[in-house]
């Protein structure tokens, strides 16, 4: 039987499952945990989307994540299928790690988003020693959320949620935190929207919180322009040359600004990038993402960024 079509929204937040397949564990120790964290930093970076909350636990990962305008399946495939990679080697075995396809929820419901957020963050209350102390947890993001701890490799976009309580940064705080503490796990119903209610900020004006959503549909020869201009090289064309490996370097930021501001795959790039394998389109991908450190470079996404058709959501509760 054919797999049902995963419903997704890249202009919706989302709500992210992945389990272990039922007789292992998918983190063994800590080394591993903080593994998956540095993964799931790097493909954050490489698809340009925001993470906003997360909790691993010994055998599964919840996420909430908000793919602004990026394919969400991509960039999950793309941590989950690295991480098994690297859990296979560390510990000598084959086979898949995970169960089944990871799960997803487009969160189309302001108070539902928020309900998530806080299940999230209420998801160590599993472990007996944290029960009481959720914020003590070091791998989920609520201690990240509450200063407790800092977010060692950038991962969490935290104003989004807390806006959504105050407009005070202090005050958001002090409500997001009881508001935590007060749902704990809870059932997702009309009594619980109420509940909802009595933290959220309501001023005499109308309070609004914003997303930002990136349409991905630039014209690959636009980046083509872009990434010519910067690096000074007088003819688009002179980057789809296929054996000059001086032009390497900006062939290789083309190719990942393409994959992630054009959604188009491999294949599609290859016939763009002077017909190259999808080998080396792969290749160049990873080295046009290594070089995303360098000034010009982040520069050249910056520039992108601003000439591509920008959606801002507003969400008001």
């Known amino acids: 039987m054919a797999r049902r079509a995963r419903r997704k929204n890249p202009e919706a937040t989302h709500h992210i499952m992945c389990r272990s397949i039922s007789e292992i564990k998918l983190f063994r120790d800590d080394e591993d945990k903080r593994e998956y964290l540095k993964r799931m930093a790097k493909y954050q ?16 990962v919840h996420i909430h994540f908000d793919p602004q305008g990026c394919d969400m399946s991509k960039f999950m495939q793309g941590l989950n299928l690295s991480y098994v990679l690297y859990y296979n080697r560390k510990y000598k075995r084959l086979g898949p790690l995970f169960q089944d396809r990871y799960k997803n929820v487009v969160i189309e419901n302001e108070r539902y988003e928020l309900v998530v957020s806080a299940y999230i963050h209420n998801n160590p209350k599993d472990i007996s020693r944290y029960r009481d102390c959720v914020r003590d947890y070091p791998f989920s993001s609520y201690g990240i959320y509450i200063g407790q701890k800092e977010d060692e490799f950038g991962l969490i976009d935290k104003e989004y949620i807390l806006s959504k309580f105050h407009h005070k940064p202090d005050e958001a705080l002090k409500r997001y935190v009881e508001f935590v503490s007060r749902l704990g796990r809870v059932v997702i119903d009309q009594k619980l929207f109420e509940r ?29 322009h872009t ?43 290859g016939k763009i990038i002077g017909n190259l394998t999808l080998s080396q389109i792969a290749r160049l991908n990873k080295k046009g993402f290594q070089m995303m450190n360098m000034p010009k470079c982040r520069n050249i996404l910056s520039s992108l960024l601003k000439k591509q058709s920008i959606k801002t959501v507003i969400e008001h509760l």
């Not at 490489?46 to 909350?53: E, F, S, V």
């Not at 900020?201 to 083509?224: G, I, M, N």
Request: aromatic share 12%; hydrophobic share 35%.
């Open 227 to 269: 990434v010519a201009e910067e690096f000074g090289i007088p003819d688009t064309d002179l980057i789809k040359v296929k054996y000059d490996r001086s032009l390497t370097p900006m062939k290789a930021v083309a190719v990942f600004l393409i994959r992630c501001l054009c959604n188009l795959g491999y294949k599609e790039i």
């Open 196 to 224: 909802i209610d009595e933290f959220i900020h309501k001023p005499a004006y109308e309070y609004r919180s914003e997303r930002t959503v990136y349409k991905r549909d630039l014209d690959p020869e636009t980046v083509l």
């Open 45 to 60: 970076r490489k698809y340009q989307c925001k993470i906003l909350a997360y909790c691993l636990m010994d055998t599964h």
